[in-house]
């Protein structure tokens, strides 16, 4: 690695989450985050990604082989105006398995009955109807050229194997700004197609390993927890050892610097001795020729140059792989987690093997699975001035006429976007709730489906989870355990105050608000993944939905399905009972 590749000096991203692509680094070619404006279209701009099927893949059948009949949903005749080129892996995937289905089959005359049913109207009613224009402007109409589902069969393997590795002028499907818009304000269509096309995703990268080139690891760890720094301190060290074949550069947290039991300068000076004795480093060399190799994160990093990272590799529980999450609001690199917590429910992999495991993983590949995430947005409460300008002139007085949460939602008042303003949104993994806080008295919930209000709630609180963060808060609450590959989101009421409420599960396609109405006696609280917690005022809401960035987890070889349920078998201790005797019964004679 030259003087140049080592330092970290990408350009800086202007965290609407829309990044250029990369530039190679001598031959080698692979798929990497950082921006290199002066390579922006070229094919030679695309580091290489292998993607080779999984022989063992339970997901793996026959079908396989078979070509996909199926129609796809096509771009309408709107056009992009300006490129869009991702360089996360994940959405490099996404978007060349969507145009490779556009490529394969020819647009089908039909008729688009969208408008008819709705599903071209926004199900975020509140925001500036200029932007809405820009929106709808820039993002295509997609429309489905057949219902029919159940054609059987996958696209054949090479051919997929030919889209995943396409170049990324090959993969512009939206403007340059898509990245900042939030999913929020999707048609129900768009929502749709983008679940849709994370699923199929999901499910097709079950069968493969990725191998990509891997240079700049991220490190995370618990740095409070005094047992688990050594062990980061041995993982750092293998990794920047003489013996690997390539020269990685580690991102630590900063915290570490002065940690006396992570003790950098004498890491550094134990892997200078190491080098020097192997002949691979002059004696007279400065100490930055090693130490340019360790570099340290912040938050701020994460959020604005997520694309510095090739790799994640986490040391803790559940809660440090959430923390990944939550540092990466936006685009999340692949996550190798290794079990060094409590329950470990996302954390796969045994720190005693990590060097098996870490040698496996960059020389044969890894099997990715997406995770789904949530948005959540909160909405405040505006003073409407035309409203009390209106009600002086009536009556005679200052006093404002009083407002309806649900009116201002879905009634007649919906299409007056001067009534609430976004305030912050948050990509989540586990669950966002919405709950009384210190309030002694219980919460009153509005709680709305796209254009539809479901039902009003007084509890403790409610809670909105993914399938992933089924097995927390949810579980916790009564609700209901789920796969973590169901594409749905969890509502649980938190100690509801009566006899009929039931959790339900509803479909990853609709937006959820959770609301506090204008006439409720306190404020409440919204959680978003135990992390950011923020006051609800009476009149201010919370829109939840689906996320277009999902969270990017490694897994280990074998079915995920039987490991899912070995989990929580074994740490939640599911449908086990005493086993029911059998000695000694025989039938009765007759």
């Not at 289905?101 to 500036?128: C, I, M, T």
């Amino acid at each position: 690695m030259s003087d140049k590749d080592a330092h970290a000096d990408a350009p800086s991203h202007d965290g609407s989450g829309s990044y250029g692509t990369h530039g190679t680094h001598g031959s080698g070619r692979h798929v990497h985050y950082e921006v290199d404006t002066h390579s922006l279209a070229s094919d030679e701009d695309m580091r290489e990604l292998e993607v080779t099927f999984d022989p063992t893949s339970p997901y793996r059948r026959k079908s396989s082989l078979v070509p996909n009949d199926t129609h796809h949903p096509h771009i309408a005749g709107q056009h992009l105006k300006k490129p869009f080129s991702s360089d996360c892996l994940v959405h490099q995937l996404l978007e060349s398995h969507k145009l490779g289905g556009l490529s394969r089959h020819s647009p089908a005359k039909h008729e688009d009955v969208s408008h008819e049913l709705g599903l071209n109207s926004y199900v975020e009613p509140k925001g500036n109807s200029e932007r809405r224009t820009r929106v709808s402007e820039r993002m295509s109409l997609i429309e489905s050229e057949s219902d029919d589902s159940s054609a059987s069969g996958q696209i054949d393997e090479q051919s997929w194997k030919t889209e995943v590795i396409k170049s990324r002028s090959e993969l512009d499907l939206a403007g340059q700004e898509h990245e900042s818009i939030h999913s929020r304000l999707l048609t129900k269509k768009q929502l749709t197609e983008m679940a849709w096309g994370v699923r199929e995703l999901s499910r097709r990268l079950g069968m493969v390993r990725l191998k990509f080139k891997v240079e700049n690891i991220f490190l995370l760890t618990k740095v409070y927890d005094e047992d688990l720094i050594p062990k980061t301190r041995e993982l750092a060290k293998w990794l920047l050892s003489k013996d690997r074949d390539m020269r990685y550069t580690i991102y630590i947290q900063d915290t570490l610097k002065e940690n006396k039991h992570f003790d950098m300068v004498g890491l550094i000076d134990e892997l200078r001795s190491e080098y020097i004795e192997a002949g691979e480093l002059d004696k007279g060399a400065p100490v930055e020729a090693m130490s340019r190799r360790i570099r340290f994160w912040t938050e701020d990093m994460c959020r604005r140059r997520p694309h510095t990272f090739d790799f994640i590799l986490t040391l803790g529980g559940d809660g440090t792989v959430l923390y990944a999450s939550w540092l990466f609001q936006r685009i999340v690199p692949p996550v190798l987690s290794f079990a060094l917590g409590s329950l470990g429910f996302l954390t796969k992999f045994d720190f005693n093997e990590y060097q098996q495991s870490l040698n496996t993983a960059f020389t044969d590949g890894v099997t990715v699975s997406l995770r789904l995430r949530f948005e959540g947005t909160v909405m405040r409460s505006q003073e409407r001035k035309n409203s009390l300008e209106s009600d002086h002139e009536v009556n005679g007085n200052n006093v404002p006429p009083k407002r309806d949460l649900v009116e201002e939602l879905i009634g007649e008042e919906k299409d007056d976007d001067h009534t609430h303003k976004p305030d912050g949104t948050y990509e989540i993994l586990n669950e966002i709730v919405v709950d009384r806080g210190p309030n002694p008295t219980l919460a009153n919930i509005e709680v709305f489906g796209d254009d539809e209000h479901f039902t009003s709630v007084l509890a403790d609180g409610v809670c909105v989870s993914t399938p992933t963060g089924s097995t927390a808060y949810n579980l916790a609450a009564g609700g209901s355990l789920c796969h973590p590959e169901n594409p749905v989101m969890l509502v649980t009421a938190i100690c509801a105050h009566t006899l009929s409420f039931r959790p339900i599960i509803l479909p990853d396609t609709i937006v959820l608000r959770l609301g506090v109405p204008y006439d409720a006696r306190t404020s409440s609280w919204a959680s978003f993944d135990g992390r950011k917690r923020v006051e609800l005022q009476p009149g201010d809401y919370v829109t939840i939905s689906a996320s277009r960035f999902p969270f990017a987890s490694v897994q280990p070889q074998g079915r995920r399905s039987e490991d899912w349920v070995n989990s929580i078998s074994g740490k939640l201790g599911w449908n086990t009972r005493q086993k029911q005797k059998n000695e000694g019964y025989k039938k009765w004679d007759k």
